[in-house]
T-cell receptor, first 113, second 112 residues
């Protein structure tokens, strides 16, 4: 089954404690992206990757890091989480970049205390 | 950069009625306009999209219209059913651009 898998689905952490949200896709997509969803703000792009070892900032990259060492994996790293990073995070992948169907994971709800 | 505005933020209709959600965009270069449906606890899923070489596209009870001159596009759902209840997002982009810009979302509730 074609899918994008994120882990963890739910996480409560404290300010400053480094965490990683993993994302993996099994569709051999070149393009992967991270979004955060906040009430009234829709989905905002954090980082994206056009292919292995190629990453770039989206609209709201501050406080986040990413890496793309393998085609299937695109982890999101919060080096020193802060309460304003409390949000619902989605990983997505596609073959079409900005003009193709995005396949989303089921989301990771992060709470930073 | 691109800015997409979406209205209304919430919409409640009776089962069987029609629902319309409207979006405007700012970048005249945009030529790809998808709509995503997000059910509770799930990630968004593409339900229909339109490219700027067409003005309207239908898929069963769902249709999207595009007015490039006015820079707006709309989602129309006819004969609504309770399973249509979800959050709907519009988005805009253009070929070669590396991101979709999403609207703020519309929570649609279909009352049985």
């Amino acid at each position: 089954e074609a899918q994008v898998t994120q882990n963890p689905r739910y996480l409560i952490t404290v300010t400053g404690k480094k965490l990683t949200v993993t994302c993996s896709q099994n569709m051999n997509h070149e393009y992967m992206s991270w979004y955060r969803q906040d009430p009234g703000l829709g989905l905002r792009q954090i980082y994206y990757s056009m292919n292995v070892e190629v990453t770039d900032k989206g609209d709201v990259p501050e406080g986040y890091k990413v890496s793309r060492k393998e085609k299937r994996n695109f982890p999101l790293i919060l080096e020193s989480p802060s309460p304003n990073q409390t949000s619902l995070y989605f990983c997505a992948s596609t073959t079409g970049g900005g003009a193709g169907e995005l396949f989303f994971g089921e989301g990771s709800r992060l709470t930073v205390l | 950069g691109e800015n997409v505005e979406q209205h209304p933020s919430t919409l409640s209709v009776q089962e069987g009625d029609s629902a319309v959600i409207k979006c405007t965009y700012s970048d005249s270069a945009s030529n790809y306009f998808p709509w995503y449906k997000q059910e509770l606890g799930k990630g968004p899923q593409l339900i229909i999209d339109i490219r700027s070489n067409v003005g309207e596209k239908k898929d069963q009870r769902i249709a999207v219209t595009l007015n490039k001159t006015a820079k707006h596009f709309s989602l129309h759902i006819t004969e609504t059913q309770p399973e249509d209840s979800a959050v709907y997002f519009c988005a805009a982009s253009w070929a070669g651009r590396r991101a979709l810009t999403f609207g703020s979302g519309t929570r649609l509730q279909v009352q049985p």
